[in-house]
């Protein structure tokens, strides 16, 4: 299936599934677009996945053109951590979040990833990744975040995920702005 936002070039498949999915953070990315200086994607993660999996979908999604808030390289030097979070949160159009067995050990901890998680899904602006783990050991563990549909990298590699990422944002950019 191809959604409106997907370019007429691209060589991605939605399923049905993935569609309803995406829809409402289209819907909360439009109301979002036409703010000033933000960010396409605020990508939450555990801290143990910030030189691994995290960089290599951060990779990806730059290398689609789109802007990402990535606590590796927006966080300078003696910037107050938190407030460094809060101010990425508020300039990005759509969160998502790595859902990873890392993450699901943290998140119990209340730690920043579940401060960043309790913001976004706050504003209804949230795409969970799961990768390496699944939707049932997440509802163990956030089932707020569990009832969201996402992508799944036990069903299609990451570039896919990413592609799939972009395609939105970039199509919802472009008709907004």
């Known amino acids: 299936m191809r959604p409106r936002w997907s370019p007429a070039g ?3 498949f939605y399923t049905p599934e993935e569609v309803r999915a995406l829809t409402p953070i289209r819907e909360t990315v439009e109301k979002r677009a036409l ?6 994607i605020f990508l939450c993660h ?3 996945d910030r030189q691994g999996v995290a960089k290599t979908l951060y990779d990806l999604l730059v290398a689609s053109g789109i802007s990402v808030w990535f606590s590796e ?3 300078g030097l003696g910037e ?3 407030r460094a ?6 300039k990005s159009r759509i969160g998502i979040v790595l859902v990873t067995p890392a993450l699901l050990k943290r998140l119990p901890t209340a730690g920043v990833a579940d401060k960043e998680l309790s913001v976004l899904l706050a504003r209804d602006q949230i795409v969970p990744i799961v990768h390496g783990t699944t939707y049932d050991d997440l509802r163990e563990v956030s089932p707020m975040l569990a009832s969201r549909n996402g992508l799944d990298t036990a069903e299609m590699p990451m570039t896919d995920v990413a592609a799939k990422l972009a395609d939105l944002v970039t199509y919802i950019v472009a008709q907004v702005v």
């Open 35 to 40: 703010l000033p200086e933000l960010r396409h």
């Open 80 to 82: 107050p951590f938190l």
């Open 85 to 90: 979070i809060d101010k990425g949160l508020a």
């Open 10 to 12: 691209s060589t991605q």
């Open 73 to 75: 390289n927006d966080i």
């Open 46 to 48: 555990a801290w143990d």
